[in-house]
Structure formats: structure tokens, C-alpha cells
């Protein structure tokens, strides 16, 4: 057995979180036929919509590199208890008093199961409790761009490996945060065969797909992205996107030279793709939205 | 004619890009052999319909046959359950007329 350390921090849903996870996911690449222990020590919290990320990358590790991992329950219970209660890992137990309000269920999808992603998504995620009472007419805009969201894994991402997502409510920074990841070939791949003039790195790809553009030939498309990101903007939450070597963050698109247009470099890359949706419960609850 | 798009789709849910290439292909295919006859088609039982899915399916046919064509010829029915279907109906019309926003249109007007 392998231990390996999940990460040196806190691991939020921000880009120092996402490096560690990718740091964990590539030291873990080294192995093959192990047991890896992902050790807890250094971390003290774990963001519980992460395990949508996390999940994708031990799916990921298990086919290529036949890992299997273990865990400290007692470290979990100490540090992250948040993996109990979403159930990311499951237990046979006590389990309603592990399951927490606050948790949106952690759960995989195969890229055809679209009747049960809309299902979840309708019945699980916009009716949480955390979850501010949307309008009828936002509930089915929401659900059209998180369904064109997943129609881009189904259609674009080139693989038949699950989708994983997840979330989290936030109580005391009134914010709900959802992650949706997938083990695709990510943003880069597609766009840059689209647009091969204009594309050469995968945060030009970000910016390219959060501008309504789409690589489809025959028919308008590519609003998801879009939308999303100007209703989260406009009430105050936020988009984030991860793919290859670049992350995106709607928050820090004005920052300057230090995030070029939002984009930051991840030092390792994720093939595939994340995207988290920062609802922002506050703003969404004043009923302008 | 009727075509039932809940039975081309095998799912209540017409959201997505394909969804609506698959329903495109079939009302083509008929109302190409049919000599112009009436085409309704039957959005019974379908719970969600996206304007993506109106994109591809729907706004196809008037970049095929163009608008006189569709409004004559092919008509959305029984769509009263689905939210909002008149409304995104008349975005994916806006869509085709102002087509040369989108690139899709102009590079199949170029192909």
C-alpha cells in the first residue's frame, strides 16, 4: 500500500483546491496494481461538491492504472465528514444520521442516461431545500442549459466513461455550490479541430465556449455555457470551468495580468472537463431572479 | 400525416441537439415523400422541450424549405404541457431569421 496525500491545505472550489486534487491525481499515476491510501493528514476540510472531481479522477486512476484506495475512516469522521454525508462513500449504517440537509447527493451518470440526469436535476438539485424557490420559467431555463451542458459530454467528450456531480450548500457564506465532471478529452480537442486559427491553448477554449460558440455544424447551439454564466454574474454567484491545463473563474475575469481573462494555469492537466455553479442564495432569495 | 416525436425519441425529454437531428430526419424524410402534404407534428406525452432541440429540428427545416414552406406545411401539435413552447418556439424562429448571426447557418450556406 501507497499513501499518498490528497493535498497540503484546505481544498476548496477554487483554483489552489483544484491543483491540489490534480497534484494528488498525478502522483497517484506513478503507481499501478496498488492499494493507495489518500491520506488526510495535512487536509483539514474538503469542499463536499469537490467529490464530483474527485470521484471522476478514482474512476479514472482504478481503469488506467488499476488503483484501488483506501481511507482512515476516523480521519474522515475528524477532517471530512462531509464524504460521509454526501455519500461519496457510502454506508451501510446509520445512514440517515450521516445525510445531511445541506448535501446535494453525490451521483455518476453514463452519458446516455439523460432522462436520469434531468431527473436529478429537476427532482434533486432545483428543489434542494438549500436550494432558493425558483420560478417556474428559471427552474426550465436552468434545466435547458445544464441539459446542453451534459448534451456537450454526450456529444463532444469521446467517451462512454460516467459523468460525476455533486453539491454543496454553504450555509453560513449563503452560497450552494454544484460540480459537474466528466472523463471526456475536454474543451481543447473539439474546438481546436473547429476553429484551428483562433484556438491554441485550453484556456482559448474556455473563452471560446463561455462566448456562446459552439462546434456544432448544421444548427444554432452553444447558449449552455452561456446563459449560465450571465445568470450566475448577474445574481452574484459564479461559473468556474477546468479542462487540460486551464481553469476559469467568472469572479476573476477582471483581474488583471494576474488571470489573463479569468484563465489560470493548473501546472498538471485533467483531460476531461469541471464545471461548478456558485449559486449565490442571498442575492437568488431578494426574488429578482 | 402525424408524427409522433415522443416515439422517435423513446424519452419524454426533447432537449437535446440530437434529439431534435433525429425528429428532423424523420419529418424530412416523410414530408419529402408525401408531396407536400400536411405534417403535424405530435408533441404528446414529450414533458421538456429545449430551443436547442427547436434548433435542430424545426429550424432545419426552414434552412431547408425556408419559412413560406414551414408555416404552410408543418405545424407543432399538442404541446399545450410543455412550459413555455410558444415562446421558445418563436426564439428558434428568430434564430433562423437572424441567421447570419449564427455561424452554423452561414457555413451551411456556404457548403
Not at chain 1, 440537509?101 to 453525490?106: E, H, L, R, V
Not at chain 1, 473539439?190 to 486559427?197: H, L, R
Not at chain 2, 440530437?18 to 405534417?39: A, L, M, P, R, T
Request: hydrophobic share 35%.
Amino acid at each position: 500500500m501507497v499513501s499518498i496525500h490528497l493535498g497540503e491545505d484546505s481544498i476548496l472550489t477554487d483554483f489552489s483546491g483544484f491543483r491540489q486534487l490534480l497534484k494528488f491525481y498525478e502522483t497517484c499515476r506513478n503507481y499501478n496494481n496498488a492499494v493507495v491510501e489518500i491520506n488526510l493528514d495535512n487536509v483539514g476540510w474538503v469542499d463536499g461538491n469537490l467529490c464530483a472531481f474527485l470521484g471522476a479522477i478514482l474512476y479514472r486512476l482504478n481503469k488506467e492504472n488499476q488503483l484501488s484506495f483506501s481511507i482512515n475512516a476516523e480521519q474522515v469522521s475528524k477532517k471530512c465528514g462531509i464524504l460521509f454525508h454526501n455519500n461519496f462513500i457510502p454506508l451501510d449504517q446509520n445512514l440517515r444520521q450521516y445525510q445531511k440537509k445541506s448535501c446535494i447527493p453525490y451521483k455518476g451518470f453514463l452519458p446516455k442516461q439523460k432522462d436520469e440526469f434531468i431527473d436529478y436535476l429537476e427532482n434533486e438539485l432545483l428543489v434542494h431545500s438549500a436550494m432558493p424557490r425558483f420560478t417556474e420559467a428559471t427552474k426550465e431555463k436552468l434545466i435547458d442549459d445544464l441539459t446542453e451542458v451534459y448534451a456537450n459530454i454526450d456529444k463532444h467528450a469521446e467517451t462512454d466513461d460516467p459523468f460525476f456531480v455533486c453539491g454543496q450548500h454553504y450555509v453560513r457564506q449563503e452560497k450552494i455550490h454544484f460540480t459537474i465532471c466528466d472523463l471526456g478529452v475536454g474543451f481543447y480537442k473539439k474546438i481546436k479541430e473547429s476553429q484551428p486559427d483562433k484556438i491554441s491553448t485550453s484556456g482559448d477554449s474556455i473563452l471560446w465556449a463561455i462566448e456562446g460558440n459552439s462546434t456544432k455544424p448544421d444548427a444554432p447551439g452553444g447558449s449552455g455555457l452561456k446563459n449560465l454564466h450571465k445568470y450566475l454574474d448577474e445574481s452574484n454567484g459564479g461559473l468556474q470551468i477546468y479542462t487540460g491545463d486551464a481553469g476559469w473563474c467568472s469572479k476573476t475575469m477582471n483581474a488583471g495580468s494576474i488571470y489573463p481573462n479569468g484563465v489560470t494555469n493548473l501546472r498538471n492537466a485533467y483531460i476531461g472537463s469541471i464545471i461548478n455553479l456558485e449559486f449565490n442564495k442571498k442575492t437568488l432569495i431578494s426574488g429578482k431572479f | 400525416m402525424k408524427i409522433s416525436v415522443v416515439d422517435i425519441l423513446n424519452s419524454s425529454n426533447a432537449s437535446l441537439h440530437d434529439d431534435g437531428i433525429k425528429v428532423y430526419n424523420e419529418i424530412k424524410k416523410n414530408f419529402e415523400s408525401s408531396q407536400k402534404e400536411e405534417v403535424e407534428v405530435d408533441f404528446s406525452d414529450i414533458k421538456r422541450c429545449s430551443t436547442l432541440f427547436l434548433n435542430a429540428s424545426f429550424g432545419k427545416l426552414l434552412a431547408d424549405f425556408g419559412e413560406e414552406e414551414v408555416k404552410k406545411y408543418i405545424h407543432p401539435v399538442s404541446y399545450a404541457q410543455i412550459l413555455n413552447f410558444m415562446h421558445k418556439y418563436s426564439d428558434m424562429w428568430d434564430n433562423f431569421i437572424n441567421k447570419e448571426n449564427y455561424q452554423a447557418y452561414r457555413e451551411e450556406a456556404l457548403a
